[in-house]
């Protein structure tokens, strides 16, 4: 079955009751049971909820993995992979990620004895610097957040194994439309679902899929333990986002194509950070792992003052100054102060992320007045 059925036909079954083609929201927090421990396969909704079991499996189809976990939102999912994990050991991690993984790393499993290694993971050959008798897991974003940064999933994930480490893979980026990682090593792959997956900007959700039978129960305990799970209603918006993802990722990416190169070719923009470019660093293992390049990325001014850079993100008008990623419309971003605040400026700077940076989230509306947008802005 092509890429394209399987998303719209990813966890669909009609209602048994009804024959409703999409799938009910299941709106209850309890299972009427006909004697104890007598039941349909469903006693509490922490636990199970048939809206999101069906999502469960749809999230399982689209990575090309046996298992589907659905969580409350990204940093969730995030949560219950580091929850594996015990005092003492480590983790090497992209050291160009998103903000919010970084502040849940740094300021809450370091103080429970988890070391956190952050690498450049351009060259895989950088974590032999890392990677000891203590590493139980490589965290790898790629493209990177906000930098576009690519990093080989298969070089790593045969590092990986060698050391018996897992990898988990964050595709939020990606999407599974352009890039499925559990078929390129990885044994974790991550979503925050509320980007791309949801693609409506409606809702906050998260996922991780894999294979491994043990893995899964392990983080099945801890999703149902430490009940970060999402209500019906969210798995419901998550599953009808889902049905679209294919045709919005083919706008997204041509969008972002004639984006990026307008950019590029601006007389006022300084650099364009687009893995799509055929001289990125990343770019040949970008089309390698990769069915498309995207339409997330960055860009920094000739003028690179506070106050042009302000100006320029203030000014536009079918671009939004928002948090996010990932939905039809575009966005626009100042990761400095929004989504990678939480990461010192120091540390920023030192993994090539300046203040002026600026990054775009590049939807599917139409492509010239993405640009004339952008035009009338920088100015």
Same mark, same amino acid.
């Given at each position: 079955?092509?890429?394209?059925?399987?998303?719209?036909?990813?966890?669909?079954?009609?209602?048994?009751?009804?024959?409703?083609?999409?799938?009910?929201?299941?709106?209850? %927090?309890?299972?009427?049971?006909?004697?104890?421990?007598?039941?349909?396969?469903?006693?509490?909704?922490?636990?199970?909820?048939?809206?999101?079991?069906?999502?469960?499996?749809?999230?399982?189809?689209?990575?090309?993995?046996?298992?589907?976990?659905?969580?409350?939102?990204?940093?969730?999912?995030?949560?219950?992979?580091?929850?594996?994990?015990?005092?003492?050991?480590?983790?090497?991690?992209?050291?160009?990620?998103?903000?919010?993984?970084?502040?849940?790393?740094?300021?809450?499993?370091?103080?429970?004895?988890?070391?956190?290694? !952050?690498?450049?993971?351009?060259?895989?050959?950088?974590?032999?610097?890392?990677?000891?008798?203590?590493?139980?897991?490589?965290?790898?974003?790629?493209?990177?957040? #906000?930098?576009?940064?690519?990093?080989?999933?298969?070089?790593?994930?045969?590092?990986?194994?060698?050391?018996?480490?897992?990898?988990?893979?964050?595709?939020?980026?990606?999407?599974?439309?352009?890039?499925? #990682?559990?078929?390129?090593?990885?044994?974790?792959?991550?979503?925050?679902?509320?980007?791309?997956?949801?693609?409506?900007?409606?809702?906050?959700?998260?996922?991780?899929?894999?294979?491994?039978?043990?893995?899964?129960?392990?983080?099945?305990?801890?999703?149902?333990?430490?009940?970060?799970?999402?209500?019906?209603?969210?798995?419901?918006?998550?599953?009808?986002?889902?049905?679209?993802?294919?045709?919005?990722?083919?706008?997204?990416?041509?969008?972002?194509?004639?984006?990026? !190169?307008?950019?590029?070719?601006? #007389?006022?923009?300084?650099?364009?950070?687009?893995?799509?470019?055929?001289?990125?660093?990343?770019?040949?293992?970008?089309?390698?792992?990769?069915?498309?390049?995207?339409?997330?990325?960055?860009?920094?001014?000739?003028?690179?003052?506070?106050?042009?850079?302000?100006?320029?993100?203030?000014?536009?008008?079918?671009?939004?100054?928002?948090? %996010?990623?990932?939905?039809?419309?575009?966005?626009?971003?100042?990761?400095?102060?929004?989504?990678?605040? %939480?990461?010192?400026?120091?540390?920023?700077?030192?993994?090539?992320?300046?203040?002026?940076?600026?990054?775009?989230?590049?939807?599917?509306?139409?492509?010239?007045?993405?640009?004339?947008?952008?035009?009338?802005?920088?100015?």
């Amino acid at each position: 079955m092509k890429l394209a059925t399987k998303i719209i036909h990813a966890g669909m079954e009609p209602d048994p009751s009804t024959g409703a083609i999409m799938t009910p929201i299941y709106q209850t %927090s309890t299972y009427v049971q006909s004697a104890p421990g007598q039941n349909k396969g469903y006693e509490y909704a922490r636990s199970q909820n048939p809206t999101r079991k069906a999502l469960e499996e749809a999230f399982a189809v689209l990575e090309n993995a046996k298992f589907g976990l659905s969580f409350s939102s990204g940093v969730a999912a995030t949560d219950a992979v580091i929850k594996l994990l015990n005092p003492g050991d480590e983790v090497i991690a992209s050291n160009d990620m998103y903000g919010g993984s970084y502040r849940l790393f740094s300021k809450v499993f370091e103080r429970f004895g988890i070391k956190f290694h !952050y690498v450049n993971m351009q060259d895989v050959n950088n974590l032999t610097n890392y990677i000891n008798a203590n590493t139980k897991l490589i965290w790898v974003e790629t493209p990177t957040n #906000p930098l576009m940064n690519i990093t080989d999933i298969e070089a790593v994930a045969a590092i990986a194994k060698q050391h018996k480490a897992l990898l988990c893979v964050d595709n939020t980026f990606a999407s599974p439309y352009l890039q499925t #990682p559990l078929d390129l090593g990885a044994d974790i792959v991550m979503h925050s679902a509320t980007k791309y997956l949801g693609g409506h900007s409606d809702v906050i959700h998260g996922c991780l899929m894999l294979n491994d039978q043990e893995l899964r129960d392990q983080l099945y305990f801890l999703q149902k333990t430490c009940g970060a799970v999402p209500g019906p209603q969210d798995c419901f918006l998550v599953l009808r986002g889902i049905k679209t993802l294919h045709v919005r990722m083919e706008r997204h990416c041509e969008n972002g194509e004639k984006v990026a !190169y307008f950019l590029r070719n601006h #007389p006022k923009v300084e650099k364009v950070y687009w893995c799509g470019f055929d001289d990125h660093p990343g770019f040949a293992v970008a089309k390698k792992q990769m069915r498309g390049f995207g339409g997330m990325m960055s860009f920094t001014l000739k003028d690179e003052s506070v106050d042009n850079v302000t100006r320029v993100l203030s000014s536009t008008k079918v671009f939004a100054l928002a948090e %996010s990623l990932g939905g039809i419309e575009s966005l626009i971003n100042h990761p400095a102060t929004m989504t990678h605040a %939480s990461i010192p400026r120091e540390e920023r700077i030192k993994n090539g992320l300046p203040d002026s940076l600026i990054r775009l989230s590049v939807g599917i509306e139409d492509a010239d007045d993405l640009m004339e947008d952008l035009d009338q802005a920088i100015g």
